[in-house]
């Protein structure tokens, strides 16, 4: 999947892209049913809300087949091998459950910003790209962009420990407040938040400022965020677990576009 010129542009302009359908239910099928065994499992890797509620399991890419193709697909990596005009290597996988009732706020934050202070990235050559393994909906604690924020540079920030179980560079009120009300061109960006069926895809840049409010619905809304970054533009301080961080500056050889689909069959997985 490449990216077209009026995507790139928007892109650029808008620091996102969004795109409707891009797995298909019977992809997401088996993705979802995965996701939901890996966040009843106890290994480090998973953490939980304060209520005990699972939070985010990093890396399952390292330990579930079916996660270790969706991090070598070509729909994911194909367009920031474009974007960066080089390989790509993974350098943090993570499934947020964001569980019924209990899946708790992400703070207003940059994710450049915690990449560059605690793993020593040199450029914001790195970003996340979300893949809806739920239904996002506006209730149910979507993902909320600011628009043209990842125009100027990485903020200061704070390190909130407390919030959440999540340590997280945070961006103050006032920040926020001048950037949704008034972006560099000088318009009202506004604050938006992308939702759509399983399988939809957005791709934002790493100094797009984003949060996402508590899920206080029955429905959860679980999304993955695969990270790729340029190899050129590899880690250079390990303070975080390896598994939080990735080290392995490998380059992503991408499977087959059907890989997904055909694992799915071989298990038998419901019919398509
Ligand atoms: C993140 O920004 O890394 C996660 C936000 C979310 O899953 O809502
Ligand atoms: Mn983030």
């Known amino acids: 999947m490449k990216l077209t010129a009026e995507q790139l542009k928007a892109f650029d302009e808008q620091g996102y892209v969004f795109f409707p359908d891009c797995f298909s239910e019977f992809e997401i099928a088996l993705l979802r049913q995965e996701a ?5 499992l106890n290994r480090p890797e998973i953490w939980r809300e304060k209520t005990g509620a699972p939070r985010t399991a990093f890396a399952a890419h390292t330990f579930s087949d079916v996660f270790g193709l969706l991090a070598r697909h070509p729909r994911l990596v194909v367009p ?18 964001k569980a019924a009732f209990e899946g708790d ?11 560059q202070r605690d793993d020593g990235m040199p450029e914001a050559r790195a970003m996340n790209i979300a893949v ?3 239904e996002v909906m506006p209730i149910n ?3 909320l962009l600011i628009p043209k924020s990842h125009k100027q540079g990485v903020f200061e920030a704070g390190h909130d420990t407390l919030t959440t179980s999540y340590p997280l560079w945070t961006l103050d009120k ?3 407040t001048r950037l949704v ?11 938006v938040a992308p939702t759509g069926k399983p399988g939809s895809v957005l791709m ?6 984003h949060a996402s409010p508590p899920n206080i619905t029955p429905y959860p809304r679980k999304i993955v965020y695969l990270t790729l970054c340029a190899v050129s533009n590899h880690i250079t301080k390990f303070n975080r677990a390896e598994w939080i961080a990735h080290r392995d500056f490998t380059p992503i050889a991408p499977v087959d576009d059907g890989a997904l689909a055909d694992y799915a069959r071989a298990h038998q997985v419901a019919a398509e």
């Open 204 to 209: 934002f840049h790493g100094n797009l400022v």
């Open 132 to 134: 809806f393994l739920d």
């Open 174 to 176: 006032d920040t926020v």
């Open 36 to 40: 939901e065994n890996i966040l009843r």
């Open 141 to 143: 604690g979507p993902l």
């Open 105 to 115: 706020v992400w703070q207003w934050h940059q994710d450049y910003g915690t990449w």
């Open 181 to 191: 009300c008034e972006a560099e061109d000088g318009s009202s960006a506004g604050i």
């Open 80 to 97: 920031l091998q474009q974007l960066f005009g080089e390989d790509v290597y993974v350098h943090q996988f993570k499934l947020n459950a």
